[in-house]
């Protein structure tokens, strides 16, 4: 099982993805927006490129059905439902809906990748769960950060980071990683002891910091508060478990880890 | 003053280099052959990116002058004078000679960032010259490390950590990281008392083992043993001095660092 890591999110060869599982990541904000909202109830996310193209998928949906979400210089779209902050898709707002999801990075990159075996949305709220997953899969894996307008990104590299931690803790020789791989996780060892520092030095957790989100730091720096690993099919986001993954093994492993971070009920 | 590196070697946007300082590194071994080679007197160093490319442009010079250099999978080309090893490149087979160089990655590179305001060539060899430079011209810098195959590479960004690192201690507060030099940074800060060792779990450093060229691991580890700095211009290395820093400077820099590298006589 080797493991990769794209550190630049232009869209790869799709002939090289199709045995393979990927992971996107956009931990600041849109895989942890998409794992939030699929937790609390979002019946499906469409992640789309532009603005443009939200709104006019929505017109084929009956008036008022779908929400449409997402940012643009992180904030706010005009006419939208809900920005980019995972702290807003809650139960209350998004259980049983569908969501249009537009935002810089991380709605483009599932449809750069879209050719793989399986692509997952990844963050640290789902971690614990999404390195079980690949596990049982056992696939050649690529781990595609969104990057931050096409650059690279260090939050999205750590989160990288941390699942390769995890494989290596779980799958021992079975994982051979890759230059870049092993680079993430020693970037992610770099900062596992306080992972909000990483947000904290990154150009795009302090461009947020700046535009008043920096509350949305310390929320999406939480980890394993879900066992829902969202993937991406067909042009839809949609609600999966890992299936030998059960909820009391989830805070189990958690427990383990002896990781502190207040964890909200979901 | 901002210092990026770009972690995969695909030619950047020509227009986003006019104004920059180029570091192009390929520590194995291509850009640690070009300053060894320099140091040892070659006259000019022709970089081309094929074989057949190499050949063509030998017929345009008088016979037997220009020496013919380089690797493909490593290993010396079949009809070429010299390989990828700067242990062949001494005074007594290149002194006063024009090479044609063509390997794998780094000759490539040269050719992908040409339109930077200064492009030079870095490695362990002169690290301490370069980053002396670049702090002189005061411009943006694009570290460029040649990659592996396209790929990501270990090895290269290290060095470009290495260069990240003297602009810190040198350069203080002027100097602006993007998240891939601070990424860069940490990753030679984990490797900076054993370069060796990133050779050794690179993906390239452990093919030239399997290869029998574990001998060019350590060599290309020696740092400063040079103070030339090669620049590529209008398609062709030549030697450089960086202006203000002198041999006696550049002994005392060494000095200072306390690194114990052996360092052969240039």
């Known amino acids: ?68 979400g997402g940012e643009r210089g992180s904030q706010k779209i005009k006419g939208f439902d809900l920005g980019n902050s995972p702290r807003e898709y809650i139960a209350e707002k998004v259980k049983g809906k569908t969501l249009i999801l537009t935002t810089t990075n991380g709605t483009k990159a599932f449809h750069s990748v879209s050719s793989g075996r399986e692509v997952m949305a990844g963050s640290f709220f789902n971690i ?30 750590i989160c990288g980071g941390m699942l390769i931690d995890q494989f290596i803790k779980i799958g021992g020789k079975s994982v051979a990683l890759t230059d870049a791989a092993q680079s993430a996780h020693i970037l992610y060892q770099r900062f596992e002891d306080n992972l909000v520092e990483a947000f904290h030095v990154s150009t795009h957790g302090r461009d947020l910091v700046a535009k008043g989100f920096e509350d949305d730091l310390a929320y999406c720096a939480q980890i394993d508060i879900t066992n829902i690993v969202p993937t991406f099919r067909d042009g839809v986001i949609r609600s999966s478990f890992a299936p030998s993954l059960s909820p009391q093994r989830l805070c189990r492993n958690r427990e383990q880890r002896g990781r502190g971070s207040q964890v909200p009920k979901l």
């Open 128 to 157: 614990g769960a999404t390195a079980k997953w690949c596990l049982d899969l056992d696939r050649d894996m690529l781990l595609f950060p969104s990057g931050d307008g096409g650059s690279f990104s260090l939050e999205d590299t």
């Open 1 to 68: 099982m080797q493991i990769d890591i794209q550190f630049l999110p232009f869209s790869p060869d799709p002939s090289t993805l199709s045995r393979k599982t990927i992971v996107v990541i956009d931990v600041l904000r849109a895989t942890s927006v998409i794992i939030h909202a699929i937790s609390q109830g979002a019946l499906e996310i469409i992640p789309v490129a532009t603005v443009e193209e939200a709104f006019q998928l929505a017109k084929h949906f009956p008036q008022g059905t779908p929400l449409l």
